[in-house]
Nanobody
Framework: QVQVAESGGGSVQVGGSLRLSCALS????????MGWFRQAPGKEREGIAT????????YYADSVKGRFTISQDSPGNKVSLQMNSLKPEDTAMYYC???????????????????WGQGTQVTVSS
């Protein structure tokens, strides 16, 4: 059974940092894409960072570029999201997701991502 598990959310003040971790288990279909998404109350789910496991090319949404970094944690299908210079608008539920493949340059289309974690809350206060 494929499972995605996130950890590391919490509360932080503006300008602070948090690190989220994600582990994909039970996956046996080659090198997955592993991405981070977030959803704030009343808003659509937004893809913010993704990487193909084994690749050195991550993709970021403009909203987090330069502040967030996705990295791969060996061994296994594990990624982390280092979030720096956090802003109140970063407050959301953060989800990790995995996809067998992503095509067409649609790095953050939720249609690609078959496996989702339950989410971890990030709250940034001023």
């Amino acid at each position: 059974q494929v499972q995605v598990a996130e950890s590391g959310g919490g509360s932080v003040q503006v300008g602070g940092s948090l690190r989220l971790s994600c582990a994909l288990s039970g996956y046996g279909f080659g090198r997955p894409w592993m991405g981070w998404f977030r959803q704030a109350p009343g808003k659509e789910r937004e893809g913010i960072a993704t990487v193909n496991i084994g690749s050195d090319v991550p993709y970021y949404a403009d909203s987090v570029k330069g502040r967030f970094t996705i990295s791969q944690d060996s061994p296994g299908n594990k990624v982390s999201l280092q979030m720096n210079s956090l802003k109140p608008e970063d407050t959301a539920m953060y989800y990790c997701a995995a996809a067998p493949f992503v095509y067409g340059g649609n790095w953050f289309s939720t249609e690609h991502y078959n496996y989702w974690g339950q989410g971890t809350q990030v709250t940034v206060s001023s």
